[in-house]
T-cell receptor, first 111, second 110 residues
Framework: DTAVSQTPKYLVTQMGNDKSIKCEQN?????MYWYKQDSKKFLKIMFS???????INETVPNRFSPKSPDKAHLNLHINSLELGDSAVYFC??????????FGPGTRLTVL | ELKVEQNPLFLSMQEGKNYTIYCNYS?????LYWYRQDPGKSLESLFV?????AVKQEGRLMASLDTKARLSTLHITAAVHDLSATYFC??????????FGKGTHLIIQP
């Protein structure tokens, strides 16, 4: 009965590869997000999706593309991975109260 | 651009002591959030503060919000080791997402 789930939890890959991270929420929320947490633990929003529509894109390289098949899912696809993409990626969702609930995170390591 | 500043960024304190973490933000907002993160874990929501003067308490933690001063505080009373974690404040929400402070790494020693 996990509220926000992500897969995989760990992802180790080589530079130049393409990878995807999946996110699902069972809270019935309308808005989902992707955040990046770097090695210094700084959290920054990457994308926000509301009812399958992209709301915000915070100067993220276009190698990153969010894809939402329905309002319960928001996947993150990353092309041509670079060393600097190594981080922990968190999915989150929020409803009418705007409180955000976070997934467990995906630790991406690019070698 | 909304900026959120926390201080201190690192805090080492002894069990039983009291301390306060401060969170300042740069533009008007009536929503402020406090999260806790344990090493290698996700973010756990602690408090949601939605109006000026809001005060919420949970156990040894108490959070308050002054929207006029653009300041929130997280007060720790009689600290215990289990409260060791990184604490983040965040502002915003809704379609714009949250803007986080850099986090306060709190270590509570016996």
């Amino acid at each position: 009965d996990t509220a926000v789930s992500q897969t995989p939890k760990y992802l180790v890959t080589q530079m130049g590869n393409d990878k995807s991270i999946k996110c699902e929420q069972n809270l019935g929320h309308d808005t989902m997000y992707w955040y990046k947490q770097d090695s210094k633990k700084f959290l920054k929003i990457m994308f926000s999706y509301n009812n399958k529509e992209l709301i915000i894109n915070e100067t993220v390289p276009n190698r990153f593309s969010p894809k939402s098949p329905d309002k319960a899912h928001l996947n993150l696809h990353i092309n041509s991975l670079e060393l600097g993409d190594s981080a922990v990626y968190f999915c989150a969702s929020s409803g009418l109260g705007n409180e955000q609930f976070f997934g467990p995170g995906t630790r991406l390591t690019v070698l | 651009e909304l900026k959120v500043e926390q201080n201190p960024l690192f805090l080492s304190m002894q069990e039983g002591k009291n301390y306060t973490i401060y969170c300042n933000y740069s533009t008007t907002s009536d929503r402020l959030y406090w999260y806790r993160q344990d090493p290698g874990k996700s973010l756990e929501s602690l408090f949601v503060l939605l109006s000026n003067g809001a005060v919420k308490q949970e156990g040894r933690l108490m959070a308050s919000l002054d929207t006029k001063a653009r300041l929130s505080t997280l007060h720790i009373t009689a600290a215990v080791h289990d409260l060791s974690a990184t604490y983040f404040c965040a502002v915003g929400g809704g379609a714009d997402g949250l803007t986080f402070g850099k986090g306060t790494h709190l270590i509570i020693q016996p």
